[in-house]
């Protein structure tokens, strides 16, 4: 990708609508607009006007819109078609665009060029499209506070700190005889124990911004008739799953999203587990344990009424390298009470009695503290980065503690700030921000 070229993309959805905007950005937009609209809106202006072809016969009327570099969202000179959402309207006025010099953007250009340019750093890039995805009111907003800037203001303080113990730090090395007690004297140990603790905070935070961005994957498993697909049923406030009183009932995995409190949480239904001679049934068997493979979390669901606990515990140590919770179905013919365990829960599926339990169970079992003031959006690269930096800044207060040695430290810490800087896109490679920006949609 050459930054110089001048780009355009259409913006809006494909399809139908009331509007459609095509956006050009790069050092032509000044020319196409001259060439292509019957007025010239000046800078930070819009203009209703015409939009030309080569024949300056009109395409579409619509408004124009100007901003120029640095002020704009790619820091470029921008020019904005806002015209009837009409496909082939659109795709008339991006070729008159590229007649007149521009090339097709490719998926998240425009939002690449901001991040190079300097108008947002990396996670701001990232929450754009995070946004743009969200399929929660909670993930919508935490995406908008990483946006703003929330989630690179917190690793950017954290970057301080280590800035300022960096620069003592190094400092005493030149000193190599005083070096030992220059740091104790400072209390070098005791503030890098402090940002330890800051360090540990940032991550519950960002790793609860992740699941917010991520969902979480949640399946259903247990013998047949237990009531898996009633309890989907009832967690999806729909008629989704086929319910009978046939053991066997359910073969296809069958998967729904549901809102849990901010989280998207897809749930699947799965075939009872039961040896059979039902080729169907038996394939239906084979899936169900495939989608075990990759769940966050497994819910075995027994029929408290009919399992004994000795047939509960076989059912647990069978499914024991999986996350798992115990649901305890069908208390209104067992009439079990709620479980103090806090890896079991009781429920009703025909009742509804203990399903909000069970959801609150599942929110702690991933770690989700609920939605708070200040939960922002996060992606598992940030998670790594930053535990990757934790694990270096571990490094250094070992060598300081056990072996004194400040120069080993000095490289822990800079191995710490580079992941930090990663972050926020300080330091990046090429493959990086390929892969970042390409997952973007087009006109972004
Ligand atoms: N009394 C009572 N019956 C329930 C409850 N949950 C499910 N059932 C009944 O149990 C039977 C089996 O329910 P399903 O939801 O089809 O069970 P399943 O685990 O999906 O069964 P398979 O798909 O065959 O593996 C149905 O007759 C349900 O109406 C409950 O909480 N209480
Ligand atoms: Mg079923």
Same mark, same amino acid.
């Given at each position: 990708?050459?930054?110089?070229?001048?780009?355009?993309?259409?913006?809006?959805?494909?399809?139908?609508?009331?509007?459609?905007?095509?956006?050009?950005?790069?050092?032509?937009?000044?020319?196409?607009?001259?060439?292509?609209?019957?007025?010239?809106?000046?800078?930070?202006?819009?203009?209703?006007?015409?939009?030309?072809?080569?024949?300056?016969?009109?395409?579409?009327?619509?408004?124009?819109?100007?901003?120029?570099?640095?002020?704009?969202?790619?820091?470029?000179?921008?020019?904005?078609?806002?015209?009837?959402?009409?496909?082939?309207?659109?795709?008339?006025?991006?070729?008159?665009?590229?007649?007149?010099?521009?090339?097709?953007?490719?998926?998240?250009?425009?939002?690449?060029?901001?991040?190079?340019?300097?108008?947002?750093?990396?996670?701001?890039?990232?929450?754009?499209?995070?946004?743009?995805?969200?399929?929660?009111?909670?993930?919508?907003?935490?995406?908008?506070?990483?946006?703003?800037?929330?989630?690179?203001?917190?690793?950017?303080?954290?970057?301080?700190?280590?800035?300022?113990?960096?620069?003592?730090?190094?400092?005493?090395?030149?000193?190599?005889?005083?070096?030992?007690?220059?740091?104790?004297?400072?209390?070098?140990?005791?503030?890098?124990?402090?940002?330890?603790?800051?360090?540990?905070?940032?991550?519950?935070?960002?790793?609860?911004?992740?699941?917010?961005?991520?969902?979480?994957?949640?399946?259903?498993?247990?013998?047949?008739?237990?009531?898996?697909?009633?309890?989907?049923?009832?967690?999806?406030?729909?008629?989704?799953?086929?319910?009978?009183?046939?053991?066997?009932?359910? /073969?296809?995995?069958? @998967?729904? #999203?549901?809102?849990?409190? !901010?989280?998207?949480? +897809?749930?699947?239904? &799965?075939?009872?587990? *039961?040896?059979?001679?039902?080729?169907?049934?038996?394939?239906?068997?084979?899936?169900?344990?495939?989608?075990?493979?990759?769940?966050?979390?497994?819910?075995?669901?027994?029929?408290?009424?009919?399992?004994?606990?000795?047939?509960?515990?076989?059912?647990?140590?069978?499914?024991?390298?999986?996350?798992?919770?115990?649901?305890?179905?069908?208390?209104?013919?067992?009439?079990?009470?709620?479980?103090?365990?806090?890896?079991?829960?009781?429920?009703?599926?025909?009742?509804?009695?203990?399903? /909000?339990?069970?959801? @609150?169970? #599942?929110?702690?079992?991933? !770690?989700?503290?609920? +939605?708070?003031?200040? &939960?922002?959006?996060? *992606?598992?690269?940030?998670?790594?980065?930053?535990?990757?930096?934790?694990?270096?800044?571990?490094?250094?207060?070992?060598?300081?503690?056990?072996?004194?040695?400040?120069?080993?430290?000095?490289?822990?810490?800079?191995?710490?700030?580079?992941?930090?800087?990663?972050?926020?896109?300080?330091?990046?490679?090429?493959?990086?921000?390929?892969?970042?920006?390409?997952?973007?949609?087009?006109?972004?």
């Amino acid at each position: 990708m050459d930054s110089r070229e001048t780009i355009v993309a259409v913006a809006t959805p494909r399809g139908q609508g009331g509007i459609g905007v095509v956006r050009v950005s790069g050092r032509e937009a000044g020319l196409i607009a001259n060439r292509a609209l019957s007025a010239n809106p000046e800078p930070g202006q819009i203009k209703y006007c015409s939009f030309l072809d080569s024949n300056s016969e009109t395409i579409d009327r619509g408004i124009a819109l100007r901003f120029q570099a640095p002020n704009s969202y790619t820091g470029e000179d921008v020019l904005e078609f806002q015209g009837h959402g009409s496909p082939i309207l659109l795709d008339l006025i991006v070729r008159r665009c590229m007649e007149l010099g521009a090339r097709p953007a490719e998926p998240g250009e425009f939002s690449k060029r901001a991040f190079l340019n300097g108008r947002i750093d990396l996670t701001q890039a990232e929450a754009i499209a995070d946004l743009i995805n969200s399929t929660t009111e909670s993930a919508a907003r935490s995406a908008l506070r990483s946006m703003k800037g929330e989630l690179s203001h917190k690793v950017e303080e954290l970057v301080e700190q280590l800035t300022d113990l960096r620069i003592l730090i190094e400092a005493s090395i030149d000193f190599p005889e005083e070096e030992v007690d220059y740091l104790s004297e400072l209390g070098v140990l005791q503030r890098l124990e402090a940002l330890a603790g800051q360090f540990d905070h940032v991550q519950s935070c960002m790793q609860q911004g992740r699941i917010l961005r991520d969902g979480i994957k949640v399946v259903l498993t247990g013998l047949p008739n237990a009531g898996k697909s009633s309890l989907l049923n009832v967690l999806a406030e729909q008629d989704r799953a086929i319910v009978s009183s046939l053991p066997g009932t359910t /073969r296809d995995t069958l @998967e729904q #999203i549901i809102d849990l409190d !901010g989280i998207p949480m +897809e749930i699947v239904d &799965t075939a009872g587990i *039961r040896d059979t001679q039902d080729e169907i049934e038996a394939e239906g068997v084979r899936r169900a344990k495939r989608v075990q493979e990759d769940a966050d979390m497994i819910l075995l669901v027994v029929d408290d009424d009919t399992t004994d606990q000795s047939e509960v515990e076989h059912l647990m140590s069978s499914h024991a390298r999986f996350p798992v919770l115990l649901v305890r179905n069908k208390i209104d013919l067992s009439g079990r009470d709620q479980s103090e365990d806090l890896m079991e829960v009781c429920i009703s599926a025909k009742t509804g009695q203990g399903i /909000r339990n069970l959801k @609150e169970k #599942i929110k702690s079992a991933v !770690g989700y503290a609920g +939605e708070q003031e200040g &939960t922002f959006m996060a *992606r598992q690269r940030h998670v790594d980065a930053l535990s990757r930096a934790r694990i270096s800044l571990d490094a250094g207060m070992e060598q300081l503690r056990l072996n004194q040695a400040g120069e080993m430290l000095a490289e822990d810490l800079s191995l710490c700030h580079r992941a930090l800087a990663e972050i926020t896109g300080k330091i990046t490679s090429d493959e990086l921000l390929g892969m970042i920006f390409s997952s973007f949609c087009i006109g972004k």
